[in-house]
């Protein structure tokens, strides 16, 4: 007997669908999904999907396009989950901002398998380590910790587990037991292979970042209790949130 309102904005979801299906086209991908969350609250704010379906005609199209991919399909994220293992070498006393670590001659050898930069960046730090987005740097860090704090950091984030949206479908990803890790798994996992995540997991992720460290459950209901969690040391996304920074700078 009462009001549902969601927290989806009308305005960003269509700014979002557009830019989605340009890019989607512009690439030649077979899907892509974004999310917008609300940093502060935990709102999802648009969740959008391509291929889609118009829900007012009677030709709804291909299953395909009626999955909520953002929420029920998993991907390798990448290069993205690099800012994750920083925060983990940082909050194990093993690195920070300015440590130098030497990644030359960008490559290296871990169990017979050749980890590569896109080419040599010689003397990084840590921070050039997020810059220039390193696997070499990131992989000599993921290295010189101990497997279980790694998987923390990533099971904290919520890796491994549905978000608690309540979304039909939604699925936890996969997050395998660090004492199942073998030592390329623990060099692959540092820059986003050999787990799998939904985009809002990703993306609730990266916002507890933003948050100082606040891990909040995302809702598609406005007003809703989304419970949250502190997951990092203020101080520590901080740093983080300035070394990001260096990314988009000339």
């Known amino acids: 007997g ?3 309102r969601l927290t989806l904005d009308r305005r960003l979801q269509y700014l979002a669908y557009r830019e989605l299906t340009r890019t989607v086209a512009e690439h030649q991908a077979r899907s892509g999904s974004v999310v917008v969350l609300d940093v502060t609250t935990g709102d999802i704010l648009a969740m959008v999907n391509v291929p889609s379906f ?5 030709d709804l199209g291909s299953p395909e396009g009626r999955r909520n991919r953002a929420l029920t399909d998993v991907l390798e994220p990448g290069s993205v989950v690099k800012p994750f293992v920083v925060a983990a070498a940082m909050e194990a006393g093993l690195a920070y901002p300015d440590l130098v670590i030497d ?3 960008g490559t290296m050898q871990v169990s017979g398998h050749t980890i590569r930069d896109v080419r040599d960046y010689g003397e990084l730090t840590v921070t050039g380590i997020l810059t220039k987005s390193s696997n070499v740097g990131v992989v000599q860090l993921a290295l010189g910790m101990d497997p279980r704090h790694l998987w923390s950091m990533y099971s904290r984030l919520g890796f491994g587990a549905v ?3 309540g979304f039909p479908g939604e699925s936890a990803g996969v997050l395998r037991d660090y004492e199942r890790w073998r030592k390329l798994e623990q060099a692959t996992l540092s820059y986003g292979y050999g787990l799998s995540v939904t985009p809002l997991q990703l993306v609730r992720a990266t916002a507890a970042i933003a948050d100082d460290g606040r891990l909040r459950q995302p809702s598609f209901v406005l007003g809703s209790d989304n419970p949250v969690q502190t997951v990092m040391d203020p101080s520590l996304s901080s740093q983080l949130r300035e ?3 260096t990314v988009t700078l000339p």
């Open 243 to 245: 070394m990001l920074e």
């Open 2 to 4: 009462q009001d549902l």
């Open 163 to 165: 978000t608690g949206t």
């Open 54 to 58: 118009n829900p007012n005609s009677r």
């Open 103 to 105: 990644t030359t001659p």
